[in-house]
């Protein structure tokens, strides 16, 4: 069972503007709410008791705000002081210091939103969420998937899979222990090459393809779920957030 989860919430969300002049992108308000606040509602609800967070920019802010809460979890706080000059993979190969090698985590990211339920499928198997690709509104790494629901491959723009449905990343992950030990090793040789400024997909594909590991696709495609990078994806994810709130308010 896996009980531990790795939130990466570093970066500094510059594309939010003013949203994220005083504070990290993953305290942005939705609706009232914290997008970290939520994450880590979804985590502790579907019973997570580990939370590792990696921040970054305005980590006194983030200090500042778990220092007022008190989640029933253990959540503990490791900061990537690079988080201006790197990528997430540096952001991943950080939260190692708090894990064990071979531990079984869930990753996520900290400017996701997500219906909190979907969690349990990521709780007793290497798995990653993909949603159907659709070039309007997504865009970053994309997949193929097998018939057997295995993933086959991701894809960095501006590739995409050439046959087959195309699918994108929602950038929530869980590894089993072989494949996060696997994991780690591949980080740090990335870390070691000085690949510091790439996505950490690029070291999940290598496991994948070097090492035989396998990640199951959850399927997003009828999830509700949204990536906040900029103001029109803030805008587009409180306007949905209240179309599903009038439409409960309806039942």
């Known amino acids: 069972m ?3 989860a790795v939130i990466l919430a570093a970066g500094l969300g510059s594309r939010l503007g003013e949203h994220t002049s ?4 993953c305290l942005v308000d939705v609706e009232g709410c914290p997008l970290l606040d939520r994450s880590i509602r979804a985590l502790t609800a579907n019973g997570f008791t580990k939370i590792v967070i990696v921040g970054g920019y305005k980590a006194d802010v983030l200090e500042e705000f778990l220092g007022t809460k008190n989640y029933p979890a253990e959540i503990q706080v490791i900061y990537n002081h690079h988080y201006a000059s790197t990528n997430n993979i540096y952001s991943l190969w ?4 708090l894990l064990r090698l071979d ?3 869930l990753l996520l990211e900290g400017d996701l939103i997500f219906d909190s339920k979907v969690l349990s499928a990521f709780k007793t198997q290497s798995a990653i969420a993909l949603d159907t690709y659709n070039p309007a509104i997504h865009s970053g790494t994309t997949a193929s998937v097998g018939l057997s629901g295995w993933l086959d491959s991701l894809y960095f723009r501006p590739e995409l899979p050439e046959t087959g449905t195309v699918y994108k990343t929602v950038n929530i992950y869980s590894f089993e222990p ?10 740090n040789r990335f870390i070691e090459q000085g690949r510091t ?4 997909e690029y070291a999940i594909d290598e496991v994948l393809k070097k090492y035989g590991q396998k990640l199951r696709m959850v399927d997003f495609s009828d999830v509700f779920w949204d990536e906040i990078d900029s103001e029109t994806d803030l805008r587009r994810v409180e306007e949905n957030l209240r179309l599903l709130q009038a439409v409960k308010g309806q039942n």
């Open 2 to 4: 896996i009980t531990t």
């Open 22 to 25: 005083r504070k990290p992108k």
């Open 178 to 187: 072989e494949f996060a030990e696997h994991l780690f090793y591949t980080l």
């Open 197 to 200: 400024q790439i996505y950490y």
């Open 94 to 97: 950080i939260a190692y210091n």
């Open 103 to 105: 531990e079984s985590f």
